[in-house]
């Protein structure tokens, strides 16, 4: 099965409007970050996490290891939003990282 | 500072042909990745190298596949002999020693 299953994996928000994605793991997880590919394919990284949670701008992340689960939370949606949100996390000491299918965000005028 | 560089940015290839991707990592970082993505099987990992010793060479993509990394600012991934199924978008990373990954902007390969 999945390692790292995110959902949900596809999202239509109206511009100005709150959302959580989220990302569950099977393994063990001991760090985890967030990327954003745009519609034009560029990966971007948004976050790096240890346990805890990290804020920038209008993101907010989580990772609580010990129920593996990582969120992503996007206030007040904007256009330059849209794209595919990538969780992946690394199981300590493994140095590679495993990557969720993908949540595709859709931010509507 | 400059990001990872990947070339070509895009690449025809023939059925059968050789085809040498090429990857630049981030000055100074240690790890480097290349990953294969298709809208299908999504970002799936081909080979990853810390400090250029091969870590992971990707399992089922050993026989067609191979990645060098011949000192650490410069890495390649041959493909050899191409097949239509190998068309995909083939992305480098690198991060410190595990830290924050950074890509490229990927090579978009065609394999008619």
């Known amino acids: 099965g999945d390692k790292v299953k995110q959902s949900p994996s596809a999202l239509s928000l109206q511009e100005g409007t709150n959302s959580a994605l989220r990302c569950n793991f099977s393994i063990a997880a001991t760090t985890v970050q967030w990327f954003l590919q745009n519609p034009r394919g560029s990966l971007m990284n948004l976050f790096y996490?240890?346990?805890g949670t990290k804020e920038n701008g209008r993101l907010k992340s989580a990772f609580d290891s010990k129920e593996s689960y990582s969120t992503l939370h996007i206030r007040d949606a904007q256009l330059e939003d849209s794209g595919t949100y990538f969780c992946a996390a690394e199981v300590y000491n493994q140095g590679k990282l495993i990557f969720g299918q993908g949540t595709k965000l859709s931010i509507k005028p | 500072d400059a990001g990872v560089t990947q070339t070509p940015r895009h690449e025809v290839a023939e059925k059968g042909q050789t085809i040498i991707l090429k990857c630049e990592p981030v000055s100074g970082h240690n790890d480097l990745f290349w990953y294969r993505q298709t809208k299908i099987q999504g970002l799936e990992l081909l080979s990853y190298f810390r400090s250029k010793s091969l870590m992971e060479d990707g399992g089922a993509f050993k026989d067609r596949f191979k990645a060098e990394m011949l000192n650490s600012s410069f890495s390649t991934l041959k493909i050899q002999p191409t097949e239509p199924k190998d068309s995909a978008v083939y992305l480098c990373?690198?991060?410190?020693?595990?830290?924050?990954?950074?890509f490229g902007a990927g090579t978009r390969l065609s394999v008619l």
């Open positions: 990373a690198s991060s410190q020693q595990g830290d924050t990954l950074y």
């Open positions: 996490l240890v346990p």
